[in-house]
């Protein structure tokens, strides 16, 4: 128990609460272990986690930015349809349609984002990729892709579609570390006549394997076969059993998985949590007291949107927001010309409602992040109050561990109580983008009275 | 900077946040040209806009796009500590005098000629008087001696939750050296969310803003 009071008084007829406060800024691939940064606290915070991840392997040079897209496993436009019990490994999207049917039976280790900004910025992003990857310089090849064998390189076919295994089992052989693409301008077909099977030889992984579709993919159509890579198709995307190594992204259509389907991530193809000890699950935070109190009498967040990298100087919405991310060499007089509010100086972080469609000078700014943090609410793990006579407590870690080794370079005193929180986002643990701010209170109660 | 502490305490081990409370009705179409009307506040809070379609010159809004609130403080602050809010749900805009569900929630939008007996049958606290605006738990389907109630609207405010936009922190020390006044102070620009699609809350909810600040020179 604190013997710090905080201008608490014990037999005051109302007990104040302590208020203890802190913001901070989600960073999950800052090196400092902590997954966060810019830590600010009023006092009395000793520490915050989130979870910290290490980035995946460096892609080949020249690979597409799936961007936020890259998480998901399964991703369409209208419809998303599973037959059976699939596995999907990652997360599932949908936007701007609303019909998710089959899961269960199905199942999705990731979060099914539908009909949000998620979802909505996973498109934009996949469909950026799409666009990039379909007009690359190809070497054209046969349609037929059976029984060839490719190194890394461009690829596109001369009739329209690509196809395997359409009159028996068949293979198509990747060999040699690298970047592949293939660009069918109308379709892929897989098993049309026998198990088709794309077999990584070499050094080929499937995380460096892409497919783009100028219509439509149907895979696997004899309900059998291992398809390696990720397919973004501009309609839509059919699946009849056997395996996926990859992602199925359909921009403007439906995904339709018709039998039971294991789809998955390429391994190497995602950040992974870093091995750092007691590094959270993704979604939660841990924020370490110095000190322990008699009460927990509630707790609130609220979060900074980030914002969406792209910086521009032109093209601004006049009554749309927007945050300085460079001066250049605009002027005070440009900014506000701009929109910027006239009691504030410009600085990078500074944002302003645009008064016009571009910034003279130099200047750039960016829009806010398409979907704001990525979640809805933060709750308090477990009963806070059985949590106040706990003293230090860390998944992960041995208990009684010193809090210094934690939390290198934070903080001087503690260490006291521990808070985990989840962050939610329609009902489901999910990981604030990074780069949102987040504030926290929590409300104490350090006296001896009270109810 | 401000050169009103606030209460705070340059050396006082914690030093407290200086919790700035606001709060108002989204109303786009209102002729003040705001945005909004009914702003309360405990003090530093110079003004609130969002998106109208009544724009008003002179009325200081700078209209932003719908779902997007702009509140000019009156000071600067060292830090931003985090910030909070809070909603009120509008109406369904129909006065109904039965039909009431047992159980559910509605608020009163006409006395009508209904003592304060009726309005406890109907539902109402015994030790709170009926009014215009006060809200009960029905306990009966309907109320009589004429007086009217209205159900929430059916998606409340719309909105989910409310993010600031930018560093805030960055903000608060560009404006002017001294505080108050026509300088007037920082300002936070906040976005509103549902299923994280920015999203205009509805006409007639009652939003309730606050801004944990620091006003001390140090901190962690």
């Not at chain 2, 039909?99 to 009163?108: D, E, P, R």
């Amino acid at each position: 128990m604190s013997n710090r009071r905080d201008n608490q008084f014990t037999y005051s007829p109302h007990n104040k609460a302590t208020v203890v406060d802190c913001s901070f800024v989600v960073d999950s691939m800052n090196g400092n272990g902590l997954g966060i940064r810019s830590l600010k606290r009023s006092g009395r915070v000793y520490g915050v986690r989130m979870q910290q991840l290490e980035a995946a392997p460096s892609p080949p040079v020249g690979s597409p930015n799936l961007a936020t897209s890259a998480t998901f496993a399964l991703l369409a436009a209208s419809t998303i349809t599973n037959t059976g019990s699939s596995v999907i490994t990652g997360n599932l999207g949908l936007y701007a349609g609303t019909s998710v049917t089959g899961f269960p039976p199905g199942t999705v280790s990731g979060i099914q984002y539908i009909a949000d900004g998620v979802a909505d910025q996973a498109k934009i992003d996949a469909t950026a990729a799409y666009n990039d990857i379909s007009v690359r310089p190809a070497t054209a090849i046969s349609a037929d892709l059976d029984g060839q064998t490719l190194t890394p390189g461009v690829y596109k076919e001369t009739t329209g579609t690509f196809n395997l295994a359409t009159s028996g089992n068949a293979t198509l052989t990747l060999n040699g570390a690298g970047l592949y693409i293939f660009q069918a301008s109308s379709t892929l077909t897989t098993g049309a006549g026998g198990t088709p099977t794309i077999l990584l030889t070499g050094g080929a992984t499937a995380a460096n394997v892409y497919w783009a579709v100028g219509s439509s993919a149907t895979i696997n159509v004899s309900d059998s076969g291992v398809f390696e890579g990720t397919i973004i198709a501009h309609t839509s995307i059919t699946i009849d059993g056997g395996s996926v190594v990859g992602r199925l992204l359909a921009n403007t259509g439906a995904v339709t998985i018709s039998a039971a389907t294991n789809v998955a991530l390429p391994a190497g193809s995602v950040p992974t949590p870093a091995p750092v000890a007691g590094n959270p699950a993704a979604g939660l935070i841990v924020v370490q007291l110095d000190d322990n109190y008699n009460r927990y009498l509630g707790g609130y967040s609220g979060y900074a949107s980030p914002l969406n990298s792209t910086p521009i100087s032109s093209g601004l919405i006049v009554g749309n927001p927007y945050v300085i991310v460079s001066l250049g060499s605009s002027t005070l007089a440009q900014w506000r010309a701009a929109g910027l509010y006239s009691t504030l100086t410009p600085a990078v972080g500074v944002s302003f409602i645009a008064a016009a469609t571009s910034v003279a000078g130099g200047g750039l700014v960016e829009g806010p992040a398409l979907s704001g943090s990525g979640i809805d609410h933060i709750e308090v793990l477990g009963d806070a109050n059985q949590m106040n006579w706990s003293g230090p407590y860390f998944p992960g870690l041995t208990p009684n561990v010193p809090v210094a080794a934690a939390y290198p370079g934070s903080g001087t005193t503690g260490p006291g109580m521990s808070f985990i929180l989840a962050c939610y986002n329609g009902g489901q643990l999910t990981a604030p983008n990074d780069n949102t701010v987040i504030g926290l209170n929590f409300y104490l109660n350090n006296t001896a009275q009270g109810v | 900077m401000s050169n009103r502490r606030d209460n705070q305490f340059m050396w006082n081990p914690h030093n407290k946040a200086t919790v700035l409370d606001c709060s108002f009705i989204v109303d786009s179409a209102n002729g003040n040209g705001l945005g909004i009307r009914s702003l309360k506040n405990s003090g530093r809070i110079g003004s609130v806009f969002m998106h109208t379609s009544a724009p008003l010159a002179g009325s200081g809004n700078p209209n932003p796009a719908a779902g997007v609130i702009v509140v000019n403080l009156q000071d600067n602050y060292a830090h931003y500590l985090g910030g909070y809010s809070g909603f009120v749900s509008p109406l369904s805009g129909t006065p109904i005098s039965s039909g009431m569900t047992v159980g559910n929630a509605y608020v009163i939008v006409s006395l009508g000629a209904s003592t304060q007996a009726q309005w406890v049958t109907a539902g109402l606290n015994q030790y709170i008087k009926a009014a215009v605006g006060v809200s009960f738990i029905a306990a009966a389907t309907s109320v009589a001696g004429g007086g009217a109630v209205e159900a929430p609207a059916a998606a409340g405010s719309n909105v989910d939750h409310i993010e600031v936009l930018g560093d805030s922190n960055l903000m608060n020390s560009n404006g002017p050296a001294i505080s108050g006044g026509a300088a007037g102070g920082m300002q936070f620009i906040l976005l509103c969310y549902k299923a994280n699609v920015l999203t205009a809350p509805a006409d007639n909810s009652a939003i309730g803003l606050n801004f944990y600040m620091n006003n001390a020179s140090f901190g962690k």
